[in-house]
């Protein structure tokens, strides 16, 4: 039996789409992904030219949303550019890409799926106590040092390889109460 030469197909495995990496992805990231690996044709992994212009064009959506959802994709360690594409040069040249879950045919590195370490940012909410007592506000991560609560502080990111058992501490300043000779009068 004949195989047809247009009879490719793009598999997404269950270990792939079961990690929390794949379901922080949107549609359009997803959609972007699986157009990146319809270009693999098995020994071009590392080489697969693909510029934001054309990933555009192919989705129907802005250059910036397509090269936020490129950037999506490498940081969940999905794609990783192997070449950037610039205008610069005398011809004009795409941004050549490596799937991680393939070996790279550049290279010769098995495949790295940096895509199965990728885990979401946990943010930690304290109550804000000022001098007068409990803000409406929370900061992430940091408690405000003077004065009562006059905004809100995101924390800083953990570094991805960071030892899962650090912990962070915050010391709360005591609450001023009464003291024992005026509760008496």
């Known amino acids: 039996m004949k195989r047809r030469k247009d009879a490719g197909h793009v598999r997404i495995y269950h270990y ?7 379901k922080s992805l949107n549609g359009n990231e997803r959609a972007t992904y699986l157009l990146l690996s319809e270009r693999y044709m098995g020994l071009n992994n590392g080489k697969i030219p ?31 550019a192997m070449t950037k594409g610039a205008f610069s040069l005398k011809k004009l040249h795409a941004t050549e890409w490596r799937l991680t879950e393939h070996v790279c ?30 803000c409406n ?33 915050y010391q709360v300043p005591p609450v001023k109460t009464e003291r024992a000779s005026e ?3």
Request: glycine fraction near 6%; aromatic fraction near 4%; charged fraction near 25%.
């Open 105 to 134: 045919n550049r290279s010769g590195h098995g495949p790295t799926s940096e895509y199965r370490n990728w885990r979401p940012e946990i943010q930690n909410t304290v109550p804000v106590v000022g001098p007068s007592g409990p």
């Open 16 to 22: 792939m789409s079961r990690t929390p990496a794949w």
């Open 183 to 185: 509760r008496s009068l």
């Open 137 to 169: 506000r929370t900061d992430v991560a940091k408690i405000a040092r003077h004065g009562p609560c006059s905004r809100t502080v995101k924390g800083q990111k953990p570094h991805p390889r960071s030892d899962q058992r650090d912990t962070l501490s």
């Open 50 to 80: 693909y510029s934001v212009r054309e990933i555009a064009t192919d989705l129907r959506i802005s250059k910036d949303t397509a090269c936020r959802c490129l950037q999506r994709l490498q940081e969940r360690g999905f794609i990783v």
